[in-house]
Structure formats: C-alpha cells, structure tokens
Nanobody
Framework: QVQLVESGGGLVQAGGSLRLSCAAS????????MGWYRQALGKQRELVAR???????NYADSVKGRFTISINFAKNTVDLQMTSLKPEDTAIYYC????????WGQGTQVTVSS
C-alpha cells in the first residue's frame, strides 16, 4: 500500500531556501515518475517538478532555475530543494506519482513572507 508523508515546510523570508522531503513507502521509483505538486489558497493543485524513472527532470516555468527535484534511493524519499523563494511560492506542497494516484499525503505548508 502506498503511503506518502511530506515534511520540511515552514515560514521563510523571500529569497530564502527550504528543502522538502517525501517519504514514500510502497513506491518503486524505477517504475513510477514522481512529482511535487502545490496548491495555493483558492487555486487548483499544480505540478511544479517531475522526475522520471530514468532521471529526467521537468519543471514548471514558474520554478525553473530555482527548484531541484531529486530521489534519495537509500532513504526512499523524493526531495525538493527550493531556493530564491518568492511570496507566490506560498502553498501546501505534496508529492505524488505523475500522473497522480488517488492517494495524497497531508502535504507540507510553505509560507514565504515578503
């Protein structure tokens, strides 16, 4: 059974950095593309970063050059390094497969103050 547990969010000033981590049990990274999604208040959930089973990475234009997605195979986590954070990055961040499964974790809140 798949279980996704996100962590690492917090409150940070604009220009700061955060590293999110998603503990993914029951997931085989060599089979599934994985991604980080975010949902800001009043907006739809969007995919911001994706890593393929072969290691290829794709990013939404809004985060390109600032966010880096990676997989830690030793810890079985999907990580998101976020730098140069902006207030518009404020959202709840989730990890999931791409395309996503029906199961979602609780997410982790990222708040960027101006």
């Amino acid at each position: 059974q798949v279980q996704l547990v996100e962590s690492g969010g917090g409150l940070v000033q604009a220009g700061g950095s955060l590293r999110l981590s998603c503990a993914a049990s029951g997931v085989i990274f060599s089979i599934n593309d994985m991604g980080w999604y975010r949902q800001a208040l009043g907006k739809q959930r969007e995919l911001v970063a994706r890593i393929g089973s072969g290691g290829k990475r794709n990013y939404a234009d809004s985060v390109k050059g600032r966010f880096t997605i990676s997989i830690n195979f030793a810890k079985n986590t999907v990580d998101l390094q976020m730098t140069s954070l902006k207030p518009e990055d404020t959202a709840i961040y989730y990890c999931n497969a791409v395309p996503n499964w029906d199961i979602w974790g609780q997410g982790t809140q990222v708040t960027v103050s101006s």
